[in-house]
Protein backbone atom coordinates (compact mmCIF):
# COMPACT_ATOMS: atom_id res chain seq x y z
CA UNK A 1 0.00 0.00 0.00
CA UNK A 2 1.35 3.49 -0.89
CA UNK A 3 2.04 6.31 1.91
CA UNK A 4 -1.21 8.19 2.53
CA UNK A 5 0.92 10.90 1.92
CA UNK A 6 1.49 9.91 -2.25
CA UNK A 7 -2.31 10.03 -2.83
CA UNK A 8 -2.12 13.15 -1.18
CA UNK A 9 0.46 14.49 -3.64
CA UNK A 10 -1.58 13.13 -6.47
CA UNK A 11 -4.41 14.80 -5.29
CA UNK A 12 -2.63 18.38 -4.84
CA UNK A 13 -1.14 17.77 -8.66
CA UNK A 14 -4.62 16.96 -9.69
CA UNK A 15 -5.64 20.50 -7.94
CA UNK A 16 -3.20 21.87 -9.78
CA UNK A 17 -4.04 20.67 -13.02
CA UNK A 18 -1.88 18.18 -13.64
CA UNK A 19 -3.12 15.51 -16.26
CA UNK A 20 -0.54 12.91 -15.55
CA UNK A 21 -1.72 12.87 -12.19
CA UNK A 22 -5.38 12.71 -13.14
CA UNK A 23 -4.44 9.29 -14.64
CA UNK A 24 -2.06 8.23 -11.76
CA UNK A 25 -4.89 8.72 -9.36
CA UNK A 26 -7.31 7.00 -11.64
CA UNK A 27 -5.64 3.85 -11.68
CA UNK A 28 -4.52 4.10 -8.04
CA UNK A 29 -8.28 4.39 -7.12
CA UNK A 30 -9.26 1.50 -9.71
CA UNK A 31 -6.61 -0.60 -8.22
CA UNK A 32 -7.49 -0.31 -4.28
CA UNK A 33 -3.60 -0.01 -3.62
CA UNK A 34 -4.18 3.18 -1.41
CA UNK A 35 -6.34 1.08 0.69
CA UNK A 36 -9.99 2.28 -1.79
CA UNK A 37 -11.72 1.49 -4.41
CA UNK A 38 -13.17 4.31 -6.24
CA UNK A 39 -14.42 3.41 -9.50
CA UNK A 40 -17.05 6.42 -10.22
CA UNK A 41 -14.53 8.97 -9.20
CA UNK A 42 -11.47 7.10 -11.42
CA UNK A 43 -14.08 6.90 -14.43
CA UNK A 44 -14.46 10.59 -14.28
CA UNK A 45 -11.00 11.67 -14.21
CA UNK A 46 -10.12 9.18 -16.75
CA UNK A 47 -13.14 10.75 -19.27
CA UNK A 48 -12.29 14.51 -18.20
CA UNK A 49 -8.49 13.97 -19.29
CA UNK A 50 -9.56 12.40 -22.03
CA UNK A 51 -11.48 15.08 -23.39
CA UNK A 52 -8.77 16.91 -22.74
CA UNK A 53 -6.19 14.75 -24.70
CA UNK A 54 -4.58 12.58 -23.02
CA UNK A 55 -4.11 9.57 -24.68
CA UNK A 56 -3.28 7.00 -21.68
CA UNK A 57 -6.43 8.12 -20.12
CA UNK A 58 -8.60 6.99 -23.19
CA UNK A 59 -6.30 3.69 -23.59
CA UNK A 60 -7.41 3.19 -19.60
CA UNK A 61 -11.17 4.05 -20.72
CA UNK A 62 -11.09 1.83 -23.72
CA UNK A 63 -9.72 -1.40 -21.76
CA UNK A 64 -12.37 -1.12 -18.92
CA UNK A 65 -15.27 -0.75 -22.04
CA UNK A 66 -13.53 -3.98 -22.98
CA UNK A 67 -13.89 -5.30 -19.94
CA UNK A 68 -17.02 -4.13 -18.44
CA UNK A 69 -15.26 -3.00 -14.98
CA UNK A 70 -17.81 -0.92 -13.47
CA UNK A 71 -20.13 -0.33 -16.43
CA UNK A 72 -21.45 -2.51 -18.89
CA UNK A 73 -19.23 -4.57 -21.03
CA UNK A 74 -19.50 -2.38 -24.31
CA UNK A 75 -16.77 -3.73 -27.94
CA UNK A 76 -18.02 -0.33 -29.70
CA UNK A 77 -17.48 2.06 -26.87
CA UNK A 78 -13.87 -0.02 -26.85
CA UNK A 79 -13.21 0.35 -30.36
CA UNK A 80 -14.08 4.36 -30.52
CA UNK A 81 -11.78 4.73 -27.15
CA UNK A 82 -9.30 3.35 -28.56
CA UNK A 83 -9.38 5.25 -32.21
CA UNK A 84 -9.62 8.60 -29.82
CA UNK A 85 -6.37 7.17 -28.26
CA UNK A 86 -4.89 6.41 -31.21
CA UNK A 87 -5.47 9.99 -32.86
CA UNK A 88 -4.07 11.39 -29.32
CA UNK A 89 -1.03 9.64 -30.05
CA UNK A 90 -0.79 6.67 -28.34
CA UNK A 91 1.63 4.23 -30.53
CA UNK A 92 0.06 1.39 -27.68
CA UNK A 93 -3.42 2.36 -29.22
CA UNK A 94 -2.45 2.39 -33.04
CA UNK A 95 -0.58 -1.33 -32.40
CA UNK A 96 -3.62 -2.68 -30.88
CA UNK A 97 -6.08 -1.05 -33.71
CA UNK A 98 -3.31 -2.99 -36.09
CA UNK A 99 -3.10 -6.17 -34.51
CA UNK A 100 -7.05 -6.41 -34.03
CA UNK A 101 -7.83 -5.45 -37.86
CA UNK A 102 -5.25 -7.84 -38.96
CA UNK A 103 -5.23 -6.87 -42.43
CA UNK A 104 -2.45 -4.38 -41.61
CA UNK A 105 1.05 -5.41 -40.07
CA UNK A 106 1.24 -5.02 -36.56
CA UNK A 107 4.33 -2.84 -37.37
CA UNK A 108 3.06 -0.20 -40.36
CA UNK A 109 2.16 2.89 -39.87
CA UNK A 110 -1.39 4.56 -40.11
CA UNK A 111 -1.84 8.82 -40.61
CA UNK A 112 -3.72 10.00 -37.86
CA UNK A 113 -7.02 10.23 -40.21
CA UNK A 114 -7.38 6.48 -41.28
CA UNK A 115 -7.86 5.05 -37.49
CA UNK A 116 -11.71 5.42 -37.82
CA UNK A 117 -11.19 3.78 -41.26
CA UNK A 118 -9.13 0.87 -39.75
CA UNK A 119 -11.25 0.50 -36.54
CA UNK A 120 -14.43 -0.12 -38.88
CA UNK A 121 -12.64 -3.14 -40.30
CA UNK A 122 -12.60 -4.99 -36.93
CA UNK A 123 -14.76 -7.66 -36.61
CA UNK A 124 -15.02 -8.55 -33.02
CA UNK A 125 -17.15 -11.40 -33.58
CA UNK A 126 -14.45 -12.98 -35.84
CA UNK A 127 -12.01 -12.10 -33.34
CA UNK A 128 -13.71 -13.72 -29.95
CA UNK A 129 -14.46 -16.49 -32.18
CA UNK A 130 -12.45 -20.26 -31.36
CA UNK A 131 -11.18 -22.60 -33.58
CA UNK A 132 -12.25 -26.51 -32.96
CA UNK A 133 -10.71 -28.12 -30.12
CA UNK A 134 -9.84 -31.53 -30.39
CA UNK A 135 -9.63 -34.09 -27.46
CA UNK A 136 -6.05 -35.36 -26.11
CA UNK A 137 -7.12 -36.94 -23.24
CA UNK A 138 -10.69 -37.56 -21.88
CA UNK A 139 -9.75 -38.80 -17.95
CA UNK A 140 -8.69 -35.87 -17.11
CA UNK A 141 -10.34 -33.92 -19.37
CA UNK A 142 -7.38 -32.41 -21.60
CA UNK A 143 -8.20 -30.29 -24.81
CA UNK A 144 -6.18 -28.77 -27.68
CA UNK A 145 -6.61 -26.13 -29.85
CA UNK A 146 -4.56 -25.43 -33.03
CA UNK A 147 -3.95 -21.69 -33.87
CA UNK A 148 -5.99 -20.32 -30.85
CA UNK A 149 -3.79 -17.01 -31.61
CA UNK A 150 -2.44 -15.81 -34.25
CA UNK A 151 1.62 -15.43 -34.20
CA UNK A 152 1.15 -11.26 -33.99
CA UNK A 153 -1.13 -11.94 -31.26
CA UNK A 154 1.48 -13.78 -29.24
CA UNK A 155 4.24 -11.54 -30.16
CA UNK A 156 1.94 -8.62 -28.84
CA UNK A 157 1.91 -10.72 -25.32
CA UNK A 158 5.70 -11.19 -25.17
CA UNK A 159 5.90 -7.90 -25.30
CA UNK A 160 3.48 -6.60 -23.52
CA UNK A 161 5.69 -8.36 -20.69
CA UNK A 162 8.79 -8.14 -20.76
CA UNK A 163 10.51 -6.00 -19.05
CA UNK A 164 8.03 -6.46 -15.64
CA UNK A 165 8.90 -9.58 -15.14
CA UNK A 166 9.01 -11.02 -11.47
CA UNK A 167 9.56 -13.96 -9.84
CA UNK A 168 6.37 -16.22 -10.16
CA UNK A 169 4.48 -17.40 -7.14
CA UNK A 170 2.54 -20.15 -5.52
CA UNK A 171 -0.30 -20.66 -2.80
CA UNK A 172 1.37 -20.99 0.59
CA UNK A 173 -0.29 -23.80 1.87
CA UNK A 174 -0.19 -23.08 5.39
CA UNK A 175 -1.16 -19.44 5.15
CA UNK A 176 -3.25 -19.21 1.63
CA UNK A 177 -0.98 -15.90 1.02
CA UNK A 178 1.57 -15.82 -2.57
CA UNK A 179 4.87 -16.65 -1.91
CA UNK A 180 8.13 -17.67 -3.57
CA UNK A 181 8.76 -21.57 -3.55
CA UNK A 182 11.79 -23.53 -4.75
CA UNK A 183 9.11 -25.81 -6.99
CA UNK A 184 8.82 -22.70 -9.37
CA UNK A 185 11.85 -21.14 -10.86
CA UNK A 186 10.11 -19.50 -13.36
CA UNK A 187 9.10 -15.90 -13.94
CA UNK A 188 5.82 -13.98 -14.63
CA UNK A 189 3.73 -11.15 -15.19
CA UNK A 190 0.04 -10.37 -13.71
CA UNK A 191 -2.42 -8.15 -16.15
CA UNK A 192 -4.45 -6.89 -13.08
CA UNK A 193 -7.20 -4.97 -14.61
CA UNK A 194 -5.34 -1.50 -14.47
CA UNK A 195 -2.60 -3.68 -16.43
CA UNK A 196 -5.14 -4.88 -19.78
CA UNK A 197 -5.55 -4.02 -22.78
CA UNK A 198 -8.18 -4.20 -25.41
CA UNK A 199 -6.17 -6.87 -27.22
CA UNK A 200 -5.44 -8.91 -24.65
CA UNK A 201 -9.30 -8.88 -23.38
CA UNK A 202 -10.04 -9.70 -27.01
CA UNK A 203 -8.27 -13.06 -26.42
CA UNK A 204 -9.93 -13.73 -22.69
CA UNK A 205 -13.43 -13.25 -25.26
CA UNK A 206 -12.29 -15.83 -27.51
CA UNK A 207 -11.04 -18.33 -24.65
CA UNK A 208 -14.56 -17.83 -23.17
CA UNK A 209 -15.92 -19.03 -25.86
CA UNK A 210 -14.26 -21.84 -26.69
CA UNK A 211 -14.25 -23.13 -22.94
CA UNK A 212 -18.23 -21.49 -22.31
CA UNK A 213 -17.10 -20.18 -19.69
CA UNK A 214 -17.98 -16.58 -18.46
CA UNK A 215 -15.12 -14.12 -18.14
CA UNK A 216 -15.98 -12.94 -14.95
CA UNK A 217 -14.88 -15.81 -13.60
CA UNK A 218 -11.55 -15.51 -15.27
CA UNK A 219 -8.31 -14.58 -12.71
CA UNK A 220 -6.23 -12.29 -14.02
CA UNK A 221 -4.31 -13.57 -16.69
CA UNK A 222 -0.51 -13.77 -16.52
CA UNK A 223 2.39 -14.12 -18.95
CA UNK A 224 5.19 -16.77 -18.06
CA UNK A 225 8.80 -16.90 -19.07
CA UNK A 226 11.02 -19.15 -18.76
CA UNK A 227 14.69 -19.39 -18.69
CA UNK A 228 17.14 -22.27 -19.57
CA UNK A 229 16.60 -24.82 -16.37
CA UNK A 230 13.71 -22.85 -14.88
CA UNK A 231 10.85 -24.90 -14.41
CA UNK A 232 7.01 -25.05 -12.51
CA UNK A 233 7.88 -28.88 -10.27
CA UNK A 234 4.50 -31.42 -10.31
CA UNK A 235 1.72 -29.61 -8.85
CA UNK A 236 -2.32 -29.17 -8.78
CA UNK A 237 -3.92 -25.91 -10.38
CA UNK A 238 -6.98 -26.91 -8.02
CA UNK A 239 -6.95 -25.69 -4.34
CA UNK A 240 -7.54 -28.47 -1.80
CA UNK A 241 -10.72 -27.74 -0.18
CA UNK A 242 -9.39 -29.75 3.02
CA UNK A 243 -7.00 -27.63 3.76
CA UNK A 244 -8.25 -24.65 6.37
CA UNK A 245 -5.88 -22.40 4.89
CA UNK A 246 -7.91 -22.09 1.51
CA UNK A 247 -11.08 -21.58 2.91
CA UNK A 248 -11.36 -17.58 2.52
CA UNK A 249 -10.06 -17.72 -0.97
CA UNK A 250 -12.75 -20.55 -1.37
CA UNK A 251 -15.63 -18.59 -0.45
CA UNK A 252 -15.25 -15.64 -2.05
CA UNK A 253 -13.32 -16.85 -5.28
CA UNK A 254 -14.27 -20.21 -5.50
CA UNK A 255 -12.55 -23.24 -7.06
CA UNK A 256 -9.81 -22.97 -9.56
CA UNK A 257 -11.80 -25.65 -12.12
CA UNK A 258 -9.74 -25.45 -15.40
CA UNK A 259 -6.54 -23.96 -16.45
CA UNK A 260 -6.35 -22.30 -20.22
CA UNK A 261 -2.78 -22.39 -21.40
CA UNK A 262 -1.57 -20.36 -25.15
CA UNK A 263 1.87 -21.03 -26.53
CA UNK A 264 3.39 -17.89 -27.63
CA UNK A 265 6.37 -18.62 -28.64
CA UNK A 266 8.27 -22.29 -29.99
CA UNK A 267 11.73 -21.37 -30.57
CA UNK A 268 13.11 -23.84 -27.98
CA UNK A 269 13.75 -27.27 -26.70
CA UNK A 270 12.28 -29.12 -23.88
CA UNK A 271 9.74 -27.19 -21.96
CA UNK A 272 6.64 -29.49 -22.14
CA UNK A 273 3.71 -29.76 -20.40
CA UNK A 274 3.82 -32.28 -18.68
CA UNK A 275 0.84 -34.78 -17.24
CA UNK A 276 2.90 -37.54 -14.80
CA UNK A 277 0.11 -38.79 -13.73
CA UNK A 278 -1.20 -40.22 -17.00
CA UNK A 279 2.07 -40.86 -18.34
CA UNK A 280 1.23 -37.66 -20.83
CA UNK A 281 3.46 -34.55 -22.46
CA UNK A 282 2.37 -31.99 -24.94
CA UNK A 283 3.86 -29.02 -26.21
CA UNK A 284 2.61 -27.13 -28.92
CA UNK A 285 3.49 -24.60 -31.55
CA UNK A 286 3.19 -20.71 -31.88
CA UNK A 287 -0.67 -20.01 -30.97
CA UNK A 288 -1.72 -23.21 -29.81
CA UNK A 289 -3.62 -23.54 -26.73
CA UNK A 290 -4.17 -26.20 -24.11
CA UNK A 291 -7.29 -26.31 -21.73
CA UNK A 292 -7.96 -28.85 -19.20
CA UNK A 293 -10.52 -29.19 -15.91
CA UNK A 294 -8.50 -29.31 -12.70
CA UNK A 295 -12.07 -31.00 -11.38
CA UNK A 296 -13.54 -34.36 -12.69
CA UNK A 297 -17.11 -34.27 -13.79
CA UNK A 298 -18.87 -34.45 -10.07
CA UNK A 299 -16.94 -31.58 -9.66
CA UNK A 300 -14.31 -32.71 -6.89
CA UNK A 301 -10.14 -32.08 -7.40
CA UNK A 302 -8.95 -34.23 -9.96
CA UNK A 303 -5.81 -35.87 -9.03
CA UNK A 304 -4.87 -37.34 -12.43
CA UNK A 305 -4.22 -33.13 -13.29
CA UNK A 306 -0.70 -33.37 -11.84
CA UNK A 307 1.03 -31.18 -14.12
CA UNK A 308 4.02 -29.62 -14.39
CA UNK A 309 6.01 -26.84 -16.76
CA UNK A 310 9.27 -28.55 -17.56
CA UNK A 311 12.43 -26.49 -18.15
CA UNK A 312 13.41 -25.83 -21.61
CA UNK A 313 17.26 -27.03 -22.39
CA UNK A 314 17.47 -24.39 -24.94
CA UNK A 315 16.24 -21.01 -25.78
CA UNK A 316 13.57 -18.93 -23.73
CA UNK A 317 9.41 -20.23 -22.78
CA UNK A 318 6.57 -17.89 -22.99
CA UNK A 319 3.14 -18.87 -22.03
CA UNK A 320 -0.54 -17.34 -21.83
CA UNK A 321 -2.07 -18.65 -18.54
CA UNK A 322 -5.84 -18.12 -17.26
CA UNK A 323 -6.90 -19.42 -14.73
CA UNK A 324 -10.79 -19.92 -14.54
CA UNK A 325 -12.80 -20.06 -11.53
CA UNK A 326 -16.25 -21.61 -10.74
CA UNK A 327 -17.45 -17.94 -9.87
CA UNK A 328 -17.12 -14.48 -10.20
CA UNK A 329 -15.30 -13.01 -7.01
CA UNK A 330 -17.25 -12.43 -3.97
CA UNK A 331 -20.26 -14.52 -5.09
CA UNK A 332 -20.05 -16.71 -2.77
CA UNK A 333 -19.50 -14.48 -0.01
CA UNK A 334 -23.06 -12.80 -0.40
Known amino acids: MRPVTDLREMEARVSAGDIDAQHELALSLLSGKDGQIDAPRASDLL ?44 QSAQAQLMLLARDVPPDSGSPAGAWRDLRDQIDIGHLTASPERRSLCDDPRIRVIDRFATKAECQWLIARASGGLTPATVYNPETGDFMIDPTRSNTGVEFSMTKMDVATEVIRARISNATNLPVPVFEPPHVLHYFVGQEFSPHYDFLDPANSAYAGLLGHYGQRIATFLIYLNEDFEGGETAFPAIGLSHKGRTGDALFFANVDRSNQPDLKTLHAGVAPTSGEKWIFSQWIRNQAPGAGSQ
Do not use: I
Open 47 to 90: QAASTSGHAPCSETLASLEAMGAGRVQSWERALDYLVLAAVQGS
